[in-house]
C-alpha cells in the first residue's frame, strides 16, 4: 500500500513537473505556407498570430535562418512565453526559409525571442 501511495505521489509530481502542458511546436512546410507569406517582405523574423486556430506562426527569412543542426523550442513562465531559436547562422542558404506553428493554450502577455541564447526584436508583428 506505501508502494503504491509513493508510485501515484510520484506521478501526480511529475505530470505537475511539466512546464508546457499544452503548448507544441511543428515546423511547417514552404509548400503549404499558413499565412501569406507576401506581406513578409523583409528579411527578419516575422511573427503572426492566427486568432482563429489559437496559433504563433514564426517565419524565419533570409540570413536569421540556420543552415544545419537546429533546433526550436519554448518555455513558459506564467504570462511569458520565451522562442528558443538554436543553430548555425549564416549569411546565405539555400533554403532561406523556415515556418514553425506554435499552438498555445492562452494568450500570452509577452513573447520573446532568443537566437542562439541572446534576446532578439521582431521584424514584424501581426495577425488575424
Given amino acids: 500500500m506505501k508502494k503504491?501511495?509513493?508510485?501515484?505521489l510520484s506521478i501526480l509530481y511529475m505530470t505537475g513537473c511539466n512546464a508546457n502542458p499544452y503548448e507544441s511546436?511543428?515546423?511547417?512546410?514552404?509548400?503549404?505556407?499558413?499565412v501569406d507569406i507576401q506581406s513578409f517582405d523583409e528579411n527578419?523574423?516575422?511573427?503572426?498570430?492566427d486568432n482563429k486556430d489559437e496559433s504563433l506562426?514564426?517565419?524565419?527569412?533570409?540570413?536569421?535562418?540556420?543552415?544545419s543542426d537546429?533546433?526550436?523550442?519554448?518555455?513558459?513562465?506564467?504570462?511569458?512565453?520565451?522562442?528558443?531559436?538554436e543553430g548555425e547562422?549564416?549569411?546565405?542558404?539555400?533554403?532561406?526559409?523556415r515556418f514553425y506553428k506554435v499552438d498555445v493554450d492562452k494568450n500570452y502577455e509577452t513573447v520573446r525571442l532568443f537566437i542562439n541564447?541572446?534576446?532578439?526584436?521582431?521584424t514584424s508583428v501581426s495577425g488575424n
Fill in 4 to 8: 503504491l501511495l509513493i508510485l501515484l
Fill in 25 to 34: 511546436v511543428e515546423k511547417v512546410s514552404k509548400q503549404a505556407p499558413p
Fill in 44 to 49: 527578419g523574423v516575422h511573427l503572426y498570430y
Fill in 57 to 67: 506562426f514564426v517565419y524565419f527569412k533570409g540570413s536569421d535562418v540556420a543552415y
Fill in 70 to 85: 537546429e533546433s526550436f523550442s519554448l518555455e513558459v513562465n506564467e504570462d511569458t512565453l520565451d522562442l528558443l531559436y
Fill in 89 to 97: 547562422i549564416s549569411g546565405t542558404s539555400l533554403n532561406p526559409e
Fill in 117 to 122: 541564447g541572446t534576446e532578439t526584436a521582431f
